[in-house]
């Protein structure tokens, strides 16, 4: 229960504040620390529990959301970010209310690990046409049926979402279908995140195979650009459904990160055949696949004739002369924007071969995340990660 929401924070009786006085939270305190990360016109708005508590030496209370609501509604930020601060199930519905009005003019919702009451996006629900937030993100909140019934009610009736995040929401395979409905009736829906839908720590297994029928008849309908399938467990298999869809003509998907399933060799070639006829398609990741020697092969034999302009293969256990094949495959002029190959396998050779691409400008040093150096103990070039290279944000 919250306590006694009196401005004399200082006399508050509850049992927090008996045992951890502080100096109460006010809007000036929460201006300061606006001013900290933002800059003018001080419209995007985040608070993280553990930042926040180390910076202002304070603990964060529930006495404090009322001041945080407060701010929100006073100054109606056009971003809002919190994280890891429980959302009070609020027993006054007046409390909840202005919650929601605090997110009246926010483009961006992002509320990770808050504990979301279902109340809280009933109240979304209900006020879906007066709000304007366009991406939702809900990841590491434990979503329930009741959460998704709330959750698919906000995406058929909202006519501008158009990003949804629910990685590592305690999906399961019962309640996943209630989400895709919802995702399948949206008029406005480009962006979707589900990756991990079973924290591992609860030893839940998805089966990834009823996952990707689902996905694939949400791609099918032809209105994604952005697809996030992380830490599925997907494998070769299940990118021939993707595949099938990628070398349609009127295929619009620009973004597909695939990171940290088993995609395998054969998932690679299965994916690199569809784009040979694709024309959509910009950004793929594939980091932490077991591509292996062979998967990085058939990237060669491919990379020149794609349009992607961003491709991420790092950590996939590709040896030296694959590594060296791919690398001399990249011709002039190349259309990689961001390419990605660190924690491979490199040796002098293929350090040579990335020194004459660098030099001859078929790659910028700015778009990829490795570079040459001289070794004195071998006396030979050798492969270094770059960290100048400008980060993925999908």
């Not at 964060?60 to 509604?73: G, P, R, S």
Request: aromatic share 8%.
């Amino acid at each position: 229960m919250l306590c006694d929401p009196s401005p004399r924070f200082a006399e508050c009786k509850c049992e927090i504040h008996k045992t951890h006085p502080h100096k109460p939270l006010s809007i000036l305190i929460l201006d300061c620390w606006q001013r900290e990360y933002d800059k003018r016109t001080y419209e995007n708005f985040q608070i993280n529990k553990k930042f926040f508590e180390e910076r202002m030496k304070r603990i964060f209370t529930e006495q404090d959301w009322f001041v945080l609501i407060d701010y929100l509604m006073k100054r109606k930020p056009k971003s809002v970010q919190i994280c890891n601060i429980e959302i009070p199930d609020f027993k006054n519905v007046t409390l909840l209310e202005n919650l929601i009005k605090g997110f009246k003019n926010a483009e961006t919702i992002q509320l990770k690990n808050v504990s979301l009451s279902t109340s809280f996006l009933f109240g979304l629900q209900k006020n879906i046409n007066s709000l304007k937030f366009k991406h939702l993100d809900l990841s590491q909140n434990e979503l329930s049926a009741e959460h998704l019934l709330h959750l698919r009610c906000i995406l058929i009736q909202s006519d501008i979402l158009e990003y949804l995040n629910v990685e590592n929401c305690f999906i399961n395979e019962n309640t996943f279908p209630i989400l895709a409905d919802g995702l399948h009736k949206s008029k406005s829906i480009r962006c979707i995140n589900i990756s991990r839908p079973c924290p591992m720590s609860r030893g839940s297994i998805f089966d990834s195979s009823k996952l990707i029928n689902i996905v694939s008849q949400l791609i099918w309908q032809n209105k994604l650009t952005t697809l996030i399938l992380r830490h599925l467990n997907l494998n070769g298999h299940d990118m021939e459904i993707i595949s099938e869809y990628l070398e349609t003509p009127s295929s619009k998907l620009q973004h597909l990160d695939l990171k940290s399933n088993n995609l395998t060799s054969h998932g690679t070639e299965v994916l690199f055949n569809a784009l040979m006829k694709n024309k959509a398609l910009q950004t793929l990741n594939l980091c932490g696949n077991n591509l292996g020697s062979k998967g990085g092969i058939v990237i060669a034999r491919h990379i020149s004739y794609s349009n992607i302009q961003s491709l991420d293969i790092s950590h996939n256990q590709i040896d030296c002369e694959a590594m060296y094949e791919l690398l001399t495959a990249i011709k002039k002029p190349c259309g990689l924007q961001i390419f990605k190959i660190y924690g491979n396998k490199f040796n002098a050779k293929t350090a040579s071969i990335l020194k004459r691409l660098l030099r001859a400008n078929v790659l910028n040093q700015n778009d990829i995340d490795v570079t040459y150096t001289w070794d004195h103990s071998k006396n030979e070039l050798c492969v270094i990660p770059y960290f100048g290279i400008e980060r993925m944000h999908i």
